[in-house]
């Protein structure tokens, strides 16, 4: 059973830096890849970044050059370090695990990933 555990969530001044944390535990034997989404009040659920297990980074425009994803070796830990934050930028966080093998421009779709952390809330204040 694939496990994830999202950390490090809270409150921020905009122009601040957070840095969220995900426990994974129990890939599934098909899985190459993380992500980070995010999802607003009444917005649809968006992909941000994601890593694969070569570490090769996709990232959505919108969080470009101010985000930062990354694994560590054993791929057990996520993070997302997030600098530069925006009042937009707040929203519920999810890590995800899953499976990816097409085109780039289609990476962050959720339809990619089966498995989902329970989220964590991210506050950004003017």
């Known amino acids: 059973q694939v496990r994830l555990t999202e950390y490090g969530g809270g409150s921020v001044q905009a122009g601040g830096s957070l840095t969220l944390s995900c426990a994974v535990s129990?890939?599934?034997?098909?899985?190459?890849?993380l992500a980070w989404f995010r999802q607003a009040p009444g917005e649809e659920r968006e992909g941000i970044a994601i890593?694969?297990?070569?570490?090769?980074?996709i990232y959505a425009d919108s969080v470009k050059d101010r985000f930062t994803i990354s694994q560590d070796n054993a791929r057990t830990m996520l993070y997302l370090k997030m600098t530069s934050l925006k009042p937009e930028d707040s929203a519920m966080y999810y890590c995800?695990?899953?499976?990816?093998?097409?085109?780039?421009?289609?990476?962050?779709?959720?339809?990619?990933?089966?498995?989902w952390g329970q989220g964590i809330e991210v506050t950004v204040s003017s």
């Open positions: 995800a695990a899953g499976t990816h093998h097409g085109l780039a421009e289609y990476a962050l779709r959720p339809d990619h990933f089966p498995y």
């Open positions: 890593i694969y297990f070569t570490d090769y980074t």
């Open positions: 129990g890939y599934s034997n098909n899985a190459n890849c």
